[in-house]
């Protein structure tokens, strides 16, 4: 083939690909400004109807919340009397923590796929059947082989749970307060963390004191089971499965203007449409949105390896190895728990205004400095103000946490992914996040015992300086956007990526037989 026909048909072929990524660039660019014409003026439709209801739905989701955060909480103060009453060692005590995580990891395998199937509601009726039956096996259990299993159903109605409770809060708020109303999520869960501390300190002396503690979660599982029956399904998920009456009728739960139902299940369509016409039937799959789990896998597997969940469960221990007695470490972990709920509640109002990403990058910095200042506490133990230095620092890490890892976490996973995939999505965040949570939780005690407190969390705190990067870096801002609109801002990005390597290979393109003035040419 001569050096002519060589320049054409590269030169052809070059032109094809230009072509088509041009054209990809510009279904995604009008992909995108469909989504923003698609969007209505939430603002004018938030009348107390609207407010009232969304105030109702923060709350009977919250639920699930209230009882994650008391049964994570509620180890804290069950430890010591496990300990006291059973003799149990600290492998046996790490297990007590750790085993919930493990039902986690199996709740959160098939949570997603049975949150898509049969609903947000139903799910969450069924979660609560399961705290009931896993509460009433720990505060009955005759030994502590039973307080494993009963701490493994608790795990697995955990993980399901969290998963329908964010998913149903995302998708019936209205846009405009989105973000504060599943951030309610997290302040629920830091609620029922302090609930569980002040439990822990009434029952502190009292004989199996720790039945009464792990059996209290029955009752919150009943209050939500029975305000849930009030609520309407999503009406985003009942249009993904084509049930468009049912879904006018939850709406009208919502809005009270029919022009208004009609206007809002007509823009769900539209956006669920452009995005199905836009990204085909690919939207269906992970694969396709594997950019957003790997994020979302990526700041799960941060939150955990933070040092915060592992301050909560053993807050007790740290104090007490800080140099503080047993009893006022029990009034420090009070505090430590009003610190969470207050630094949540501000959290509510800041996660809307400030933006996802600024409050990751914040709260991650606050947290790495803290948890270097909390490891030097320890290289100093003669230091005579060093339990001081422990709790102080422990509620900083605590606060920035509140206010960065806690919400904006769970609220990315709820806004990166499509209605169609999100319990999928939720389900796979949640897989990682007890794996993480069951590693750090299993080994903590351990790692106190053979590396030494100072290393142990001086560990957290790279950990923390590693997340910084990562967000920087790779973290999209999600605020006042929906899924299928930052798939396509993603896809977009990816797209002109290829625009640029494209005209790279093109500049380096160089036949066999061509000089460098025939190379130009191209």
């Not at 609930?195 to 002396?205: C, I, K, Q």
């Not at 009208?252 to 009609?262: A, D, G, K, L």
């Not at 929906?482 to 625009?499: F, G, H, Q, V």
């Amino acid at each position: 083939m001569s050096n002519e026909q060589v320049t054409d048909t590269a030169t052809t072929s070059h032109e094809f690909e230009l072509v088509e990524i041009a054209d990809d660039i510009s279904e995604f660019e009008s992909c995108h400004s469909s989504f923003r014409d698609l969007l209505l003026d939430q603002g004018e439709q938030l009348d107390w109807h609207t407010k009232l209801f969304a105030v109702k739905a923060a709350t009977v989701a919250g639920l699930g919340g209230l009882i994650f955060g008391y049964d994570l909480g509620v180890v804290s103060g069950a430890l010591p009397l496990l300990e006291k009453t059973m003799g149990l060692s600290k492998s046996e005590l790490e297990l007590v923590v750790s085993l919930m995580p493990v039902g986690g990891i199996l709740g959160a395998s098939v949570g997603g796929a049975i949150c898509d199937k049969v609903g947000r509601k139903p799910t969450i009726m069924l979660t609560n059947i399961i705290f009931i039956a896993g509460s009433t096996i720990l505060g009955f259990a005759p030994g502590l082989e039973v307080i494993f299993v009963g701490r493994v159903i608790i795990g697995v109605g955990i993980a399901i749970s969290a998963l329908a409770d964010i998913a149903y809060a995302n998708e019936v708020a209205p846009p405009a307060i989105r973000g504060a109303v599943v951030s309610c999520y997290e302040l629920m869960v830091t609620l029922g963390i302090l609930l569980s501390y002040f439990v822990g300190f009434l029952f502190r002396d009292k004989t199996g004191g720790w039945r009464f503690e792990f059996a209290g979660s029955v009752i919150f599982a009943i209050v939500q089971a029975l305000a849930m029956l009030s609520m309407p399904e999503s009406p985003r998920w009942l249009l993904k499965k084509g049930r468009r009456l049912e879904a006018q009728r939850a709406m009208s739960h919502m809005y009270q203007n029919p022009s208004v139902i009609e206007s809002q299940l007509q823009a769900i369509e539209n956006v669920q449409h452009s995005a199905q016409m836009q990204m085909g039937r690919a939207m269906d799959s992970l694969c396709e949105w594997r950019y957003q789990l790997v994020i979302i896998a990526c700041c799960m597997f941060f939150q955990q390896f933070s040092g915060h969940s592992n301050i909560l469960n053993y807050a007790v221990e740290v104090f007490s190895r800080g140099g503080m007695e047993e009893k006022r470490a029990q009034l420090a972990l009070i505090m430590l728990g009003i610190v969470k709920v207050i630094f949540t509640s501000v959290s509510l109002v800041t996660v809307d205004c400030c933006g996802r990403k600024k409050m990751l990058v914040a709260g991650i910095f606050v947290m790495m400095v803290s948890l270097l200042v909390l490891a030097a506490a320890f290289v100093m133990p003669n230091y005579k103000h060093q339990s001081v230095v422990v709790f102080s620092t422990s509620c900083v890490i605590v606060a920035a946490y509140a206010l960065s890892f806690g919400p904006v976490t769970w609220l990315l996973t709820s806004e990166l992914f499509s209605t169609n995939i999100k319990g999928k999505a939720i389900g796979f965040a949640l897989v990682i996040n007890w794996a993480g949570n069951f590693l750090v939780a299993s080994t903590f005690l351990t790692c106190m015992e053979t590396f030494g407190e100072a290393s142990t969390f001086a560990l957290h705190g790279l950990s923390c300086l590693a997340a910084l990067v990562f967000v920087c870096l790779f973290v999209p801002e999600t605020k006042d956007k929906d899924p299928e609109e930052i798939a396509c801002d993603i896809n977009l990005y990816r797209t002109k990526s290829r625009m640029r390597s494209f005209a790279k290979d093109c500049n380096s393109f160089k036949p066999e037989g061509f000089d460098s003035r025939e190379q130009n040419i191209i």
